[in-house]
């Protein structure tokens, strides 16, 4: 008899290997622009369009737009470039990982660069005012450290060039033409300085119950923000948020007119003429009081965008996406 022979086991198949679907993460890609090139300087685009151009781009849109410190640019991305609406200026535009922000050199955001620790190690936390006591309107931060309203640094500049708390100098560069990612358009008058106010301006204005709501001083709801025009430029900025209350209230109050002092200047708020008209002494120059009077508006807040707005304050702070 043959003697049985083990039958060789069958190899068992293997299981295929699944591949990992590699996905891409949107969130570490950032867009960046070149001033005029990307290798001699470049800038993050604002924080507020970064989403709709990464939205555009993965939407294979050819071209997005954008609304920048007072001007309308439109982004090629067969091209990689971008321009404004006169074709005045191109510059190169690019979607990198932030891992490679460091290595290209980025300075900063929409203009402005990073904000750098200071040498002391001093960084204040919050954002009191020890300057005016509130909290601070349009928040700036010195180079030693400290945070003061914009508004009380630029009147403090005019009287002398130290830091109201450490009395380190800080320079004049920063109220020439500013420019700001960090800020928001929006900002409330803080509630303390409306408290405060209430005195100099009086009993608020009597409200009638005939009167619709949506019109009129007494029973407004809307709400509004006061401009001023910019000199010798086309465009507006908002008032800053203290001085823009003020200038509401006493026009609630149908007063013919408001003297304020904005930034150590006497300004003339004509609300007939609807004109504001500043006396700026120009002590280097002459002894002599030089008028300038320059048109002002109130709008309503959810039509700023019927107007070329720069900013609030004489910053240049507004970027918005355009549909």
């Known amino acids: 008899m043959a003697p049985r022979t083990k039958k060789k086991a069958a190899p068992k198949k293997k299981a295929p290997i699944k591949k990992k679907e590699v996905t891409e993460d949107n ?33 294979k849109k050819p071209n997005c ?48 660069d990073y904000e750098v620790k200071p040498a002391n190690g001093f960084w204040q936390d919050d954002d009191h005012c020890n300057a005016c006591y509130y909290k601070s309107t ?17 009147c403090n500049w005019i009287h002398g060039r130290d830091c109201p708390t450490c009395r380190m100098q800080y320079s004049r560069e920063m109220f020439v033409r500013p420019t700001r990612s960090d800020i928001d358009f929006h900002m409330e008058c803080p509630p303390g300085y409306q408290e405060d106010c209430a005195g ?41 948020p203290r ?12 007063k013919k007119t408001l003297q304020i002092y904005i930034c150590t200047f006497r300004m003339t708020i004509n609300f007939q003429k609807m004109t504001q008209t500043s006396m700026d002494h120009r ?21 700023y965008k019927k107007h070329v707005m720069r900013g609030i304050a004489g910053i240049r702070c507004l970027a918005y996406p355009i549909d």
């Open 27 to 59: 969130s570490q890609y950032v867009w960046i622009y070149g001033e005029p090139t990307i290798k001699e300087k470049c800038y993050e685009f604002h924080k507020d369009l970064q989403e709709h151009i990464e939205k555009a781009y993965l939407d």
């Open 65 to 112: 737009k954008v609304y920048i410190y007072g001007k309308i640019w439109v982004l090629d991305f067969a091209k990689m470039t971008e321009h404004n609406a006169q074709k005045q200026v191109t510059w190169p535009i690019k979607r990198v990982r932030t891992s490679q922000l460091k290595r290209l050199k980025c300075r900063g955001i929409a203009g402005t």
């Open 138 to 154: 349009i928040p700036t931060r010195l180079s030693c450290g400290h945070v003061f309203c914009f508004q009380c640094l630029r």
């Open 200 to 240: 100099v301006l009086g009993p608020a204005p009597k409200t009638s119950a005939r009167r619709n709501p949506a019109r009129g001083h007494g029973g407004e709801t809307e709400k509004y923000y006061w401009i001023y025009h910019e000199r010798r430029r086309p465009g507006w900025f908002r008032f800053d």
């Open 243 to 254: 001085s823009e209350y003020m200038i509401e209230e006493s026009f609630k109050r149908k």
């Open 283 to 303: 002590v280097d120059e002459s002894d002599t009081f030089l008028s300038t009077t320059r048109a002002i508006k109130r709008i309503p807040a959810a039509n």
